[in-house]
């Protein structure tokens, strides 16, 4: 009898011992299981917002509450408010929710002021006719508190000599809501704009202009940062007429007087955290338009622009000037091909950054009379900045001639 109870307590012990074993285990087993899981969105909060409502700003980040977390989508919102005008500084971090598993979404903004100037000046001196170009913009980028904004834009290109004329003039009032039907999705634009455009070159190539034009635009927000846009165009007694010369060395006019209605349809996406100063991401925009006619579908133009960071300068290639993604304007005079070499500026008590810039590049610009392509190449240089006094400033010169002569 010993013998048994003496074997049945060494039983007993034993299965003890390795329940004892089994149990820690198989909880650290349950714990990694439960810390394997992804993470849920619990609430997603606003800090540093006065003026902007967190609606507009958790607009731009998409994700729910009760949604996995996306970590490339929490830097993609980032990148998307960055772009913005309305944000000094953006960043967004999470902090442990009411549960294990759930985190909370804070992001976390330093607000510009609502109200923002734009001013540009520069010295041309392209296909030996001068001209001097100088634009402003004044902006209200908060109206209702809820980041539609609205802005006035004037720019002048002003004859200065040569053999050619370069002459324009513009004003154009816009309203945009970023966020249309109150959705992440689409934004609308509004705007009533007038242009007088009289250029001629010195191979006898001209194109005059003068319209009042009415746009309505709404656009379609899809993917990371894709979106398509459809706008129509009303220009009431519009006056153009265009004259050029063509490869076979014959003379072709158009007075194109008809084109009251047009519709555009546009492609683009945009990854840049800046629109005035890059240093990351790409934009590109491509459309087609036609007009009342019906004679065809026109294609372009094509704007593409990437930035690198290397070597502690900025390195931006760009296809068809500078892009104005969505519903994104800016003021600048390029060519059609551009390498750009750009060294950021220290700030300092007005500037809270800058940059100067050397922008090498290439034109085609049709035809001359003898039947030769007219083959543009130069050079811009500019120095841009943010300041506290007189808002965004572009100061640039640009020089370039027929290298094909």
């Known amino acids: 009898m010993k013998n048994k109870n003496s074997t049945a307590a060494r039983t007993l012990i034993?299965?003890?011992?390795?329940?004892?074993?089994?149990?820690?285990?198989?909880?650290?087993?349950?714990?990694?299981?439960?810390?394997?899981?992804?993470?849920?969105?619990?609430?997603?909060?606003?800090?540093?917002?006065?003026?902007?409502?967190?609606?507009?700003?958790?607009?731009?980040?998409r994700l729910q509450p009760g949604a996995t977390l996306d970590e490339d989508e929490i830097r993609n919102a980032e990148l998307r408010l960055s772009a913005?005008?309305?944000?000094?500084?953006?960043?967004?971090?999470?902090?442990?929710?009411?549960?294990?598993?759930?985190?909370?979404?804070?992001?976390?903004?330093?607000?510009n002021s609502p109200v923002v100037t734009e001013s540009v000046a520069g010295f041309s001196s392209?296909?030996?006719?001068?001209?001097?170009?100088?634009?402003?913009?004044?902006?209200?980028?908060?109206?209702?508190?809820?980041?539609?904004?609205?802005?006035?834009?004037?720019?002048?290109?002003?004859p200065l000599g040569g053999p050619g004329r370069d002459e324009s003039y513009g004003l154009a009032l816009r309203y945009v809501d970023p966020m249309l039907f109150d959705s992440r999705r689409w934004f609308g634009i509004a705007s009533a704009a007038w242009r007088k455009d009289?250029?001629?070159?010195?191979?006898?190539?001209?194109?005059?202009?003068e319209t009042p034009q009415l746009n309505v635009?709404?656009?379609?927000?899809?993917?990371?940062?894709?979106?398509?846009?459809?706008?129509?165009?009303?220009?009431?007694?519009?006056?153009?007429?265009?004259g050029q010369w063509l490869r076979d060395q014959t003379f072709e006019t158009d007075d194109e007087e008809d084109l009251e209605l047009s519709l555009r349809l546009d492609y683009g996406w945009s990854s840049e955290d800046d629109l005035l100063f890059p240093t990351q991401g790409s934009?590109?925009?491509?459309?087609?338009?036609?007009?009342?006619?019906?004679?065809?579908v026109h294609v372009g133009p094509l704007q593409f622009r990437k930035t690198w960071s290397?070597?502690?300068?900025?390195?931006?290639?760009?296809?068809?000037?500078?892009?104005?993604?969505?519903?994104?304007?800016?003021?600048?005079?390029?060519?059609?091909?551009?390498v750009t070499f750009a060294r950021p500026v220290k700030a300092g008590d007005d500037v809270r950054r800058g940059r100067w810039y050397i922008e090498p590049g290439y034109g085609m610009r049709g035809w001359t009379n003898d039947g030769r392509h007219i083959n543009e190449a130069g050079v811009k240089i500019g120095y841009r900045a943010d300041t506290r006094s007189f808002g965004y400033v572009d100061l640039y010169l640009i020089g370039t001639k027929d290298v094909g002569k």
């Not at 004044?138 to 006035?152: C, P, T, V």
Request: glycine share 8%; charged share 20%.
């Open 14 to 61: 034993a299965c003890i011992a390795l329940l004892t074993a089994w149990l820690p285990a198989t909880a650290l087993s349950q714990d990694s299981a439960a810390d394997s899981q992804p993470l849920r969105v619990q609430e997603i909060h606003c800090a540093g917002n006065q003026q902007v409502s967190c609606d507009f700003i958790r607009g731009h980040l």
């Open 84 to 111: 913005l005008r309305y944000f000094d500084d953006v960043s967004i971090h999470l902090e442990k929710g009411a549960q294990r598993g759930a985190v909370i979404v804070v992001i976390a903004v330093t607000e």
């Open 126 to 158: 392209r296909m030996d006719v001068e001209r001097l170009l100088v634009g402003s913009r004044i902006a209200h980028q908060n109206l209702f508190g809820e980041g539609n904004f609205a802005d006035l834009t004037a720019v002048a290109s002003i």
């Open 198 to 209: 009289d250029y001629e070159d010195q191979y006898g190539n001209y194109a005059h202009l």
């Open 217 to 242: 635009t709404m656009g379609w927000r899809f993917a990371d940062f894709s979106y398509l846009s459809s706008g129509l165009s009303y220009r009431p007694g519009i006056e153009l007429s265009t």
């Open 283 to 296: 934009t590109l925009q491509i459309g087609m338009s036609t007009d009342q006619r019906i004679t065809g």
């Open 310 to 338: 290397w070597l502690d300068s900025y390195w931006t290639l760009k296809i068809g000037g500078d892009p104005n993604p969505e519903y994104h304007v800016q003021i600048s005079e390029n060519q059609l091909f551009a």
